[in-house]
């Protein structure tokens, strides 16, 4: 078979090859590059056309690179990453100035603050403004980018991006679960007190779709916001039920410990309130595209 020159093959078809050898997943790598299953595929086989090779291993689950997919997923992956850095470099001189932005409370503590040192190291002329709300209301303030959670509100002039959806399980600490108290049912946690980060109804969500049958909202500590239901899990004051965006490095970590595998999706998404494209500076732009990358990556549990 006669190979085609890598010049020849569009750089998208290399970014849906990136993506997959990344995830071993197809569906997974069709959402991150919101097209479909099939698109994704069909991508995979023509490469693996013009190459004359196998890049995949698909009589296993997940999917396994094979020793060509290997070479070139190494090779592509180092690609992408001088690209990232020299239109960093570019875009640099448009990346200076102030820039404000608002994030979800819980959020800003446990993703966006911790990852304020890229975002400086990516843009160090730029003079971050951070402030926090769950969702906006109004424009009032100076804003350049929102990250949300809640029930997306339009506002005239602005786009709504949906980022992620997070499930909700719950959670406790290894010195909770040292006490001895046998865990091995849902019904079981209701001997626990309960830490609520709102009215019960995350709680009572996740007990009713568990099959546990309440006749009110179960009791307990009602602490109002999610960071300070985990911070009462990880002083063993009781059971949090946590969004597992949140929660994410706690339960990585083991300093929280997940009772089971059953979950509630949230009921609304992550989103990213931003103006309108054309009407965008550059530097708010590109710290849009960067937001969206880290925060899709951190979503991948």
């Known amino acids: 078979m006669t190979k085609r020159r890598l010049t020849d093959i569009p750089l998208n078809t290399f970014r849906f090859?990136?993506?997959?050898a990344r995830h071993l997943h197809l569906?997974?790598?069709?959402?991150?590059?919101c097209v479909t299953y099939s698109a994704v595929s069909h991508q995979i086989r023509s490469l693996e056309r013009v190459l004359g090779v196998t890049l995949f291993n698909r009589t296993t689950k997940p999917l396994t690179l094979t020793r060509e997919g290997v070479r070139l997923y190494k090779t592509i992956s180092a690609v992408f990453d001088d690209l990232d850095r020299?239109?960093?470099d570019l875009v640099d001189t448009e990346t200076a100035g102030e820039m404000h932005i608002s994030c979800a409370p819980s959020l800003a503590l446990t993703w966006l603050v911790p990852a304020l040192g890229q975002l400086v190291e990516e843009y160090p002329h730029l003079q971050l403004h951070l402030t926090t709300a769950a969702q906006?209301?109004?424009l009032e303030q100076k804003l350049d980018l929102a990250i949300c959670y809640g029930e997306p509100k339009e506002l005239p002039g602005w786009r709504i991006v949906t980022v992620a959806y997070a499930?909700?399980?719950?959670v406790a600490s290894p010195s909770l679960l040292a006490t001895g108290q046998e865990?091995?049912?849902?019904?079981?946690?209701?001997?626990f007190t309960l830490?609520?980060?709102d009215d019960g109804t995350f709680w009572t969500r996740w007990f009713t779709s568990a099959g546990v049958q309440l006749s009110a909202t179960p009791p307990g500590l009602f602490l109002s916001k999610a960071h300070l239901a985990m911070t009462g899990a990880l002083e063993g004051y009781g059971v949090a039920i946590i969004d597992s965006i949140l929660g994410k490095n706690d339960v990585q970590s083991g300093?929280?410990?997940?009772?089971?595998e059953h979950v509630v999706p949230m009921p609304y998404p992550y989103y990213l309130v931003a103006p309108a494209e054309g009407k965008m500076a550059p530097a708010a732009k590109a710290l849009e595209n960067m937001v969206q990358t880290a925060f899709k990556k951190w979503c991948q549990l």
């Not at 090859?17 to 997959?20: L, N």
């Not at 569906?27 to 590059?33: F, I």
């Not at 300093?255 to 089971?260: D, G, P, Q, S, T």
Request: no cysteine; proline share 5%.
């Open 167 to 170: 499930n909700l399980f719950p």
């Open 195 to 197: 830490l609520h980060e």
């Open 86 to 88: 020299v239109t960093a």
């Open 27 to 33: 569906k997974n790598a069709a959402e991150e590059l």
């Open 183 to 191: 865990i091995t049912a849902p019904e079981d946690l209701l001997r």
């Open 136 to 138: 906006l209301t109004s």
């Open 17 to 20: 090859f990136e993506a997959v």
């Open 255 to 260: 300093r929280l410990v997940r009772l089971f």
